[in-house]
C-alpha cells in the first residue's frame, strides 16, 4: 500500500485496484496497441460517484463500464462502439451486491490506436 497524491492506493493483484473514496484516484492507462483491456476497481461503498476522464485519439476505440468484476455484471456505461475524442463522465456508483466496477476499453484493430483514461471517485 502506498500513499498517491494524499490518497490510499492498493494495488490488489494485476486486474484490481483498491481506491478508497470519496478521495481516490485510480492509476491512468495509455495503449498502443489494438488489444482488449479489462480493469476492476473497488470502490468500496454505495453512494459515491465516479468519473472518468478518457481520450479515444485519431483512431477511434470503445470504453464499457460494468458492475462487479468483470464484463458479466450490468454494462452501466458504454460509448455505444467506437469513438474518437474526450469526455468526462460521472456516474453514481450504485451497483447491488458489489464493490467494484470494472473497465474494458476496446483497442481499434488498426495498431496505431492509442487511448487513455483516468478514474477518480468525487464528491456526490
Do not use: H
Not at 500500500?1 to 484490481?16: F, G, V
Not at 461503498?45 to 485519431?58: A, E, H, T, W
Not at 462487479?68 to 462502439?81: A, C, K, P
Not at 458489489?98 to 483516468?118: C, Q, R
Amino acid at each position: 500500500m502506498l500513499l498517491l497524491n494524499n490518497c490510499t492506493y492498493k494495488d490488489i493483484e494485476a486486474s484490481i485496484e483498491d481506491i478508497t473514496c470519496p478521495d481516490g484516484f485510480g492509476t491512468p492507462f495509455k495503449s498502443g496497441g489494438k488489444e482488449v483491456f479489462t480493469k476492476s476497481y473497488r470502490l468500496g461503498k454505495q453512494g459515491v460517484n465516479f468519473s472518468i476522464l478518457y481520450r479515444m485519439f485519431d483512431v477511434p476505440d470503445e470504453l464499457n463500464v460494468y458492475c462487479g468484476q468483470g464484463t458479466d455484471g450490468d454494462l452501466i456505461y458504454t460509448t455505444g462502439g467506437f469513438v474518437s475524442g474526450e469526455w468526462i463522465i460521472t456516474l453514481p456508483f450504485d451497483c447491488y451486491d458489489t464493490e467494484f466496477i470494472t473497465l474494458e476499453l476496446i483497442g481499434n484493430p488498426n495498431a496505431e490506436t492509442i487511448w487513455y483514461y483516468e478514474l477518480r471517485c468525487v464528491d456526490p
